[in-house]
């Protein structure tokens, strides 16, 4: 089975319903429904629309207010809602079921 095939069958195995499933390698979350590529779309919409919207002259004036503040207050709110409609976190290297049956 090949990386890919293994994360999409990874992603698919969610009886849960988890929005955001633990990362096949590392530590974090990925989007496991349309609800988490949902809620990250908008966060990276936001993100992005502050970068190339937000006019010269506030960026200049006050770049922490303006541009830094916003996007920490988004990311915490796209961490709080990922923590509450995911899996649990831990560091995992591959999946777990595929260990079990090599022994």
Request: some cysteine.
């Amino acid at each position: 089975m090949n990386c890919i095939e293994e994360y999409v069958a990874y992603l698919k195995d969610n009886p849960e319903g988890y929005w955001f499933k633990r990362k096949l390698y590392g530590f974090g979350w990925t989007p496991a429904k349309r609800e988490g590529w949902i809620v990250l779309g908008l966060y990276l919409a936001f993100v992005l629309g502050l970068i190339f919207f937000v006019p010269v002259e506030l960026r200049e004036v006050k770049p922490i207010i303006n541009i830094v503040l916003p996007v920490l207050i988004a990311t915490l709110i796209f961490i709080i809602i990922a923590y509450r409609t995911g899996e649990s976190l831990k560091w995992q290297w591959g999946n777990k079921s595929d260990y079990d049956q090599s022994k």
